[in-house]
């Protein structure tokens, strides 16, 4: 059994910061990509950072220069630290794993933490 558990977000005023954090739990082999991705009221979720195993990350334009994404591979953790943030991160925010390896031969693929809100509001 895997599971994404996620921790962090709240409520936080324009400005502040937030770290998110997102453990994969299980027996865990290796994990591919992991990203962010966040989804506001009346909206499509969007990606806003991704890493691969490697290091390499990506993010989306409205987020680059204030938003961070890491990960420990020997923790299964990916994390995403949000500074200077704006009324519009307000949303629920889900970790994503592309692939899970259990074994070096099989994998579960597209899986998705439960999500946490994030609010950014005076």
């Known amino acids: 059994q895997v599971q994404l558990v996620e921790s962090g977000g709240g409520l936080v005023q324009p400005g502040g910061s937030l770290s998110l954090s997102c453990a994969v739990k299980?027996?865990?082999?290796?994990?591919?990509?992991m990203g962010w991705y966040r989804q506001a009221p009346g909206k499509q979720r969007e990606l806003v950072a991704a890493?691969?195993?490697?290091?390499?990350?990506n993010y989306t334009d409205s987020v680059k220069g204030r938003f961070t994404i890491s990960r420990d591979n020997a923790k299964n953790t990916v994390y995403l630290q949000m500074n200077s943030l704006k009324p519009e991160d307000t949303a629920v925010y889900y970790c994503?794993?592309?692939?899970?390896?259990?074994?070096?031969?099989?994998?579960?693929?597209?899986?998705w933490g439960q999500g946490t809100q994030v609010t950014v509001s005076s």
């Open positions: 994503y794993a592309d692939r899970i390896w259990i074994s070096s031969s099989y994998y579960y693929s597209d899986y």
């Open positions: 299980g027996s865990i082999f290796r994990i591919d990509a």
């Open positions: 890493i691969t195993s490697s290091g390499s990350t």
